[in-house]
């Protein structure tokens, strides 16, 4: 397990070098138009282009403009230029409501996932099956972006249910929090929700074909045991791994949508801010911080993984 | 993330040609296998609905140019801020003072803004939806064409070649599959607003629609190349490969003349679903602005554009949101029948699960 664990963290390190590296591509080295003119902004004053080129050293060779560059992120050294913000403080801002958001989401997509996932396996090809699958299908293909317009509209200005937009701080009144978060957590988790179910279902139906199932059966478990202590529980494995890698993306990218959409000031919403400004330092830390996050999310649902499942680690060590 | 082509999409080796159950009803022998396929797929009657459905999407995207010629006179950028529009006897002012944009008229103004002004530019929302669709379908399906040339390439010679071929180029595209895509397709998007670049020859402008077709190519590449590389790795091993060898076919010939015919039916049901995923990410980026560019309209950015109106025109917002909706169903549905149709194992392991056939048929 040890060494499985140091080969996943050395492989992780790896790809956090590339990805920093990626970001240095995108941002620095994309010829055509000058790095700092870029960096600087849209109407950018000529002296601040210019104070920007000596601070990102870009008179210097590549690799040292690379050093500098991650020397700044990780001294929290990222500033945006019009108004002159660092990075790291709008971001750090920002976390409460992006996590907020995004575990708020994730509990639920997880709990309806698994419950509809679960009754349409139990009662595969029965009409409550049908009914589930149907719904599930409709829940992927809704994009948030016609969701959270037509909730929205007909719960928010219609019926005036929900607050219009915004965050309100745990700390500062939960009960208006909750109502803050509910229509969000929905948009965001009811794609989730579908496909949840649907691969719960699939991955039942596998494992109700195995022998220990038969096994189960034969030793004269009730059926309640048989389905939640064999099938249900080794069916789970592979939707941790799943809901490990979904909340890592979510948090990182999907949650921005849905900030943008409902006013939600998170680190998403900072960004869509920045793109329509085209500020890109905030970009820049932005996108480095999430893709980090996400490698390292990565990296231990892999352990979490062969952690659970012992067959992956042997795997593993044995074909080394 | 949207549905992402699971690798469980994977139609066994051996494609349509290989292990195909005998038929329900006597007398299809004598078919071929994309015959066969073709007769499972039109007895789907829900994918040949949704098939039918994209068919009408798509001709209401392409007559876009007659609609605003002929009944709309306008084109999807043109504004009409400070014009009036008759309705019978009734003068209506396009956008009001106050910036409320026109409501939807039908076929009062004998179709002229059919559903209305877009903002307090006062452009033609239908004009708009028209073109809009066609920059975000022709972003699908192109997007969709690079991807799978792509994944067919880096497929083949990873799962041909083996070796450190097959290392590089599966890493590369483990690395790829673990970036988070959007914030990546933000960082390019927003880095070539300004100025664009230039790769060898092709200059690819600021605002120009290749930069998101770009992005979403590169980064939906790892989904589809990497069951294609494990389709090529267990297809390397039947016997006509060694056959092709035999004979003393180079590795080129093997590989586009003896492999690759038989990974069409993962091809074909990956595109269609790699165009519904695209289409989703495009709608993301423009919607977020960094993807198509103003005042050229998409979907994306026409929801991004009505939301703001929402109270008072909600339809601005939504029935955007209706049309990428309903292009991604069709495609999901339709890709998916296609797999059921191509994939006959497929089948069989759906019926096994309601106990109607051997679960052994299924077990690979």
Redesign the interface.
Known sequence: MLRFIARRLVGMAF?LF??SI??FL??NV????PPA??LAG?NARPFLVKSIEKEWGFDQSLPEQYVTMMKKVFNGELIQYSPRVPVDDRIKEGIPATLSLSIGAGIIWLFFGLLLGYISAIK??GWLDRTITGLA??G????V???A??L??FLT?KLEIFPNGGYVGWTEDPWEWLKHLILPWFTLAV?SIG?YSRVLR?NM?DV??EDYVRTARAKGLSERQVMTRHVLRNSLIPIITLFGL?F???I???A??TE??YNIDGIGFY??E???K?E?PP??G??LY??FF??FV?ALVDIAYAYLDPRVRLGASASQ | ???DPQP?ATVPAGGPGAALPAEPEGGSAGYGPWRLALRRFLRNRVAVAFLILFALIVLFVLAAPLWADHVAHTGPNETHTLQKLHVGDEVREVVTPEGKPIGPQLFAADGKFFLGADSRLGRDEMVRLMYGGRTSLFIGVVSGLITTILAVVLGLLAGYYRGWVDSVISRAL??LW???????G?????????????IGPIHIEGGSIWVPILIISIFYTPYVARPIRGEVLSLGEKEFVEAAIAQGAGPLRVMFGEILPNLASTIIVFFALNIANNM?FE??LS????GVQPPNSSW?TM?SV??EL??TQ?LL??I???M??LT??SL??VGDGLRDALDPRSKIRFE????TAE?EGAAV
Request: proline share 6%; no cysteine.
């Open positions: 790809v590339i990805v990626l970001v995108i941002f994309i010829p055509n138009s003119q870029r849209k595969a090809g299908v409709a992927i293909s809704i994009p972006f016609l969701l317009p037509v929205i509209y200005f794609l496909f699939s139906l109700m074909n979904d890592g993306a979510t990182a990218g999907t921005i949508i943008v959409l960004a869509a920045s793109i329509n085209l890109l970009i820049m932005i996108t999430g893709a996400v490698v990565n | 993330m949207a549905i469980e483990d690395v673990s970036l988070p895509v959007l914030l990546f933000i960082a390019i998007g927003t880095s070539l607003a300004l100025g664009g670049v230039t989703l709608a993301a919607f977020l602005g960094a994306g929801i009505g939301e929402l109270t909600p917002a939504i955007p949101g209706l990428i909706m991604v169903l999901n549905i096994a699960h309601t106990g679960p």
